[in-house]
Each structure stands twice: as C-alpha cells, then as structure tokens.
C-alpha cells in the first residue's frame, strides 16, 4: 500500500509498504479521502516536531470504507462506510474520570501522536468509528471532522436561536463555525480582512465586514442595537483580533477561543471585568459533536462544492500542503483511494 509521511524540514515522501497487523478492538479501513487542515500545516512547518514520531503519516479528516475486523470487534461489518473520530484516551486521567474524555490530559490525538489517515489502509480503534449514512458521498464526508470541531465550538458557547455572532476569521473553520451557528438560528456576520476569504464566505451565504475597512465596534454596535453580540468566536490566530474581541460583545455575552495562539496575547481584561464577559476554550469535540455534524453535510447544510477548492492524488500530497501554505485554498482534499 502506499503512505504518505512527514520526514521534517518541510518535506512529505511517498512510500510503499506493509499493513500493519490488526490488533483486537481495530478494525482496517480503505481510506478515500483526506483532508489537510491548519493543524497538518503546522506539523509540516515543524512547529510539532517535538510530538510527532518521524516518520510521520498524518492526516485525521477523513472517509473510507471497512475492509477486515480485527478480533473483539462488534457492531461493525465490511463494507460499512465511516468517518474516524481521531481521539484515544486512556480513560483513568482526572479529566476522563470528570467526564471529559475528549481533552483527556493524556490524549492520543490520532493522525498527530500516532499514525494517521494519509495512506491507503489505515488500522484504528473500533470505539472510533462515526457510521455514515447511506447516500452520503465520501468526499463530502471527508469534511465530517472540521464541522464537527465547529458545532463544538457553537455548542459550547451556548449560542441559542435569535442570537448574534460575530466569527473572526474567514478560514475554514472560521466559515464553518458562521455555517453552524447560522444552522442553529442564529445571525452571524464573519469580519475578514483578506478580500478573497472574504468574497468566498459571501458565495457561501454568509454575511461579512472588513474590519480594515468600517469601525468594526461602531459596526456591532449599530448590528445589534447598541448592545454587542451575544457570542465572538475568535478563529483568526492574530493578536489583534484577541485585543479587540472583548469590545464587540455584550454585556454577559462570551468570547469563544477557536484559534490556536502559540504565543501569550494581551487582552482587554477590563472590558471583561466592566461587561462580566466570560472568555472559552475550545479544543477538539466529543461523539455527539461528530453525529450532529454527520446530520448537518448529509442534510447539505455544509457548502461541501464551496468549501473543497481542490482534490489531488496521493502522490501529489506534497502539492497540496504548498497549496495551503501559499493561502490558495479554502478546503484541500488528497483522494487516497486508487
């Protein structure tokens, strides 16, 4: 089978190897299609090389189909078509005890800390398959794992029907999240400053600003009648946009932190002490985060045809990361499957 790998120093290659034996509890998949997302760029620049094993097959937005079972595996037959909920937890740590196994303090995030999808037979836990339904087309389905990171973040932030939202950031997830929220009833504007992110959330549907352009508090303020929007999701990764963000909601609304900031940011502290804001994290999903999201593209709430800018072989997976990485695309999928 072929597989792709990071191997460091911005470099993906190409090999052919052996499946790996099955082990009771897995099953292995035929993956079809992968999707690279902003965490895949930041192992490819190296900002993880301290947490992958070289080298390293990545990749955890995916589909594919079930082709064997290992032993001790139920509930599951050939053929079945799915996605993979990339998460492995130990289950003993103070956080999986409380009942939050998602962010379990010793979490194996598959695709990152263990082998992932990007290559043509992939073994992973049974307890880690989400069923697709039948008529969902798995391409579409490679997009499963970021709406669910999005109706995460939209659950999470209590966002209720009526409300309005402001997302920061027009990037993948940041349009997805704008596409949930609004699934969920509520209003949304997406502030951009990149005019061709920008333009592509518009022919999505989604409503926008330039806050390069407008007094983007004056804009709000006016938007929401004075008051401020209920929820800001913060999905830019820029330290200005965590500066600002607390001047755009309400009084009691809440600030929901999507992107991933390296770094320490400064933020307006006295504007959360003045409004009684309340600031979230945000970090990956839990089971019911995925089902919803299964429900939202086989319905065809998720722009699937807007969203997927470009879909390559695998050999030519190194194109695709360059792609991404020079801004040219919104959702770029490698089809694993020959």
């Known amino acids: 089978m072929l597989a792709a790998n990071y191997v460091g120093d911005r470099t993906i290659t190409i090999e052919e190897r052996e499946p790996q034996p099955l082990n009771p509890g897995e099953v292995r998949l035929a993956v079809a299609y992968v999707g690279i997302c902003g965490t895949d760029l930041h192992v490819f620049h190296g900002d993880m090389d301290s947490r992958v094993t070289m ?32 998460l492995d937890w130990d289950g003993t740590c103070p956080a999986c005890l409380a009942g939050n196994q998602h962010i379990c303090q010793n979490l194996d995030f598959i695709g990152i800390d263990s082998a ?41 932030s209590e966002l209720a029907p009526g409300d309005k939202a402001v997302v920061i950031g027009a990037g993948p997830i940041g349009v997805l999240i704008a596409t949930v ?19 592509a959330a518009e022919e ?29 999701f913060e999905v830019s990764g820029a330290a200005a946009a965590v500066l600002g963000a607390t001047s755009l909601a309400k009084v009691r ?4 932190v ?41 319905a065809g709430e998720i722009p699937a045809d807007r969203l997927i800018t470009r879909v390559v072989p695998l050999p030519e997976v190194a194109s695709a990361f360059e792609t991404l990485e020079a801004g040219q695309a919104m959702k770029l999928l490698v089809e694993v499957a020959r």
């Open 55 to 86: 080298p390293a097959t990545i990749g955890h937005e995916m589909s594919g189909t079930i082709v064997e079972l290992g032993p001790e595996v139920d509930g599951w037959a050939v053929g079945d078509a799915v996605t993979v909920m990339p």
């Open 258 to 298: 999507v992107a991933i900031h390296s770094q320490p940011r400064p933020i307006d502290l006295h504007r959360l002490f003045w409004r009684e804001l309340r600031i979230l994290g945000a970090r990956v999903y839990e089971r019911r985060d995925f089902e919803r999201a299964v429900e939202l593209v086989a």
């Open 204 to 232: 999505m549907g989604l409503r926008t600003l330039d806050p390069s352009a407008v007094d983007q508090v004056a804009w709000v303020e006016e938007w929401t009648g004075g008051a401020g929007a209920d929820v800001v």
């Open 181 to 199: 929220a609004a699934a969920f009833g509520a209003e949304v504007v997406v502030a951009e400053i990149d005019p061709n992110r920008r333009a």
């Open 253 to 256: 609304g809440t600030l929901v």
């Open 116 to 156: 992932g999808a990007l290559q043509e037979l992939w073994n992973v836990p049974a307890s880690t398959l989400v069923r697709l339904p039948s008529g969902v087309s798995l391409r579409d389905a490679a997009l499963v794992e970021p709406v669910a990171v999005a109706v995460h973040d939209v659950r999470r």
